[in-house]
């Protein structure tokens, strides 16, 4: 009967070691189904987030045209060469922070567009799941030996 308890622990220890590794399988299947839709959302928010990117980068060239064009109008109707001296340097100075707001929105999309990734580090469970076989499996090892 003494020699009956090792082997009914190492058959223990099998079907505990299936079970895990069957849970294990479950978990993985699981977190591709849940990593597969998240990938899903994050395209379409990406999607989403491009084309108002689009819009709003077409709104401020539109804005930049129309005031570059009133200011030049406004200089040359009241005589000035809208292409020389501070003439210029107003349409320059439009151009400037019309390119400055365009920068600034570039970046916040793209810090929207990287918040939306997922972490390379999230755990899908199935490392912890090996350790915990490992760990009932040399239980066993140790049983037997002892």
């Known amino acids: 009967m003494a020699q009956l308890a090792p082997i009914a622990t190492l058959v223990g220890t099998g079907a505990s070691l299936y079970g895990t590794v069957r849970q294990g399988q479950a978990q993985a299947a699981q977190a591709k189904a849940q990593q597969q839709q998240e990938a ?5 928010r990406q999607q989403q987030l491009a084309v108002q990117q689009e819009s709003e980068a ?3 060239a539109d804005r930049l045209e129309r005031t570059t064009a009133a200011t030049r109008a406004r200089l040359a109707a009241s005589g000035v060469n809208p292409d020389q001296g501070s003439a210029a340097a107003i349409t320059t100075g439009l151009e400037r922070d019309a390119a400055e707001a ?3 929105s570039n970046e916040q999309f793209a810090t929207r ?3 939306g990734r997922s972490s390379l580090l999230n755990a899908d469970g199935s490392l912890t799941t090996w350790l915990r076989a490992g760990n009932g499996f040399s239980g066993a090892l140790r ?3 002892e």
């Open 58 to 60: 077409r709104a401020r």
């Open 113 to 115: 567009m990287a918040a």
């Open 143 to 145: 049983s037997l030996l």
């Open 102 to 104: 365009a920068a600034d």
């Open 40 to 44: 899903e959302g994050l395209a379409l």
